[in-house]
């Protein structure tokens, strides 16, 4: 196998030679394209740095900030982190690689977490962890970050509805009146 001498990954001849190991690996010729650009991605990050160089937390810290961004579906960040897998533990059998994926390093710093949305805002604590127990039964079933807001609107329109009764106190006929 081809070293990488050129800094992050930047020569067309490796770049062939991960399209070809990851069609061996199964990857059809259609997502291949797809697999070579989110490797190329993540190289083009690495600006003057080695391939060869990248460290298991850099990887990390990239793959956690892509799930992190709303910007990228669920499978993209699975089709990115293998991609990156084959990468780095089929191409340049890096130690750190395997198992897959390599686990975050302490020293990084975790992303900085999303300023709260304005129905979180404007709502009790009582009612934010309600609205947390609904987040996290959403991210659970693997629904679309879309979803998730719509859902969020919904709740927060419900309790406007409600005005001043609390939640645990209202059943069916408030649900029947507020959709009606």
């Known amino acids: 196998m081809k070293q990488v001498n050129q800094k992050n990954g930047q020569d067309s001849a490796f ?16 997502h291949a394209i797809w697999y070579e650009r989110w490797a190329q991605r993540f190289c083009m990050g690495l600006q003057d740095k080695e391939l060869t160089a990248c460290t298991a937390a850099e990887l990390a810290s990239y793959l956690a900030q892509q799930a992190n961004d ?11 982190s293998e991609a990156l897998r084959l990468l780095f533990s089929t191409i340049l059998h890096l130690p750190w690689a395997s198992p897959w994926p390599p686990p975050p390093a302490t020293s990084v710093p975790a992303a900085a977490p999303d300023p709260l949305p304005l129905t979180e805002q404007i709502l009790p604590q009582t009612d ?52 009606g």
């Open 128 to 179: 934010s962890e309600t609205l947390a127990a609904l987040r996290t039964a959403v991210r659970v079933r693997h629904y679309s970050i879309r979803t998730e807001q719509a859902y969020e609107q919904w709740y927060s329109r419900f309790l406007l509805f409600l005005g001043e009764k609390p939640l645990a106190a209202s059943g069916a006929d408030e649900v029947k009146g507020f959709l």
């Open 70 to 80: 709303p910007n990228f579906q669920e499978w993209q960040c699975q089709q990115s």
């Open 15 to 30: 770049w062939a030679s991960y399209r070809r190991t990851i069609t061996k690996h199964g990857i059809s010729d259609k």
